[in-house]
């Protein structure tokens, strides 16, 4: 009877510990589940940005690309959706910030049909901002070029929001909000300067092209924060 109790005993220990065996295989199933279910919500995030900033760019690029030429506007499309202006003779006058009239021209074609793009629905709500950027050669003092390459950008904004053929006005008053929301006036003064390749000088240690450097810039800035936020919040949820 005693080896009869004995076998009953290590038979019941081995079927709980199967049992036990069991849930923890379907826990971690479960887990693994879980785990790629957020790293698939986390790549579709990544993935619906960086198709965003593509399509951006290929909008862009097939609506300019003719006007882009050196001829004409003498602009160039960068694939951090930034175009740089960069005929300064155009731009404004030496050491002036008042927008000479072949720029104000540039600006009533490109403006409009520029804002045409970032306002579908598609775009924009991804944006966070739409920086009108100036910026200066090296030569002179940066803390004047600060202010002049400020007042620049702020005759470029002044203008753009006020020019009577803009779309502004027949936009509703929810996306006249959201543009003047999204244009910002940043003056850089020297602080970013380009190489003869259009690279900062800072990152390529090449010799400043200082006509490439006296440019005018407007650059669309994605939600990058909120897309960053949001793959975090899904990874912890």
């Not at 009869?4 to 079927?15: A, C, H, M, V």
């Not at 000479?100 to 074609?109: G, M, R, T, V």
């Not at 090449?206 to 800035?221: A, G, L, M, N, T």
Request: proline content about 1%.
């Amino acid at each position: 009877m005693k080896i009869q109790k004995q076998e009953n005993y290590w038979t019941s220990l081995s079927d709980i510990m199967t049992g036990l065996m069991v849930i923890f295989l379907f826990i971690s199933i479960s887990y693994m589940l879980q785990i790629q279910k957020k790293q698939k919500e986390k790549d579709k995030i990544v993935e619906d940005f960086q198709n965003t900033k593509v399509e951006l760019y290929k909008e862009l690029k097939k609506e300019f690309e003719n006007d882009f030429k050196k001829e004409k506007w003498h602009a160039v499309l960068d694939e951090d959706l930034s175009i740089r202006f960069l005929n300064e003779k155009v731009l404004f006058d030496y050491d002036d910030y008042i927008l000479k009239p072949e720029f104000k021209s540039i600006l009533d074609d490109f403006f409009p049909r520029y804002l045409n793009i970032l306002m579908q629905d598609k775009y924009k709500d991804k944006i966070l901002e739409v920086r009108i950027e100036g910026h200066t050669d090296s030569k002179g003092d940066y803390l004047y070029n600060v202010e002049l390459s400020q007042n620049r950008t702020r005759s470029v904004l002044s203008y753009v929001l006020n020019q009577t053929n803009t779309l502004i006005s027949n936009l509703t008053v929810q996306d006249q909000k959201k543009v003047r929301f999204w244009l910002i006036a940043n003056g850089f003064s020297s602080g970013r300067t380009l190489d003869n390749e259009g690279n900062y000088t800072l990152e390529s240690n090449k010799p400043e092209d200082y006509q490439r450097s006296r440019r005018v810039e407007f650059r669309i800035v994605t939600k990058t924060e909120d897309v960053i936020e949001e793959i975090i919040k899904k990874m912890q949820d």
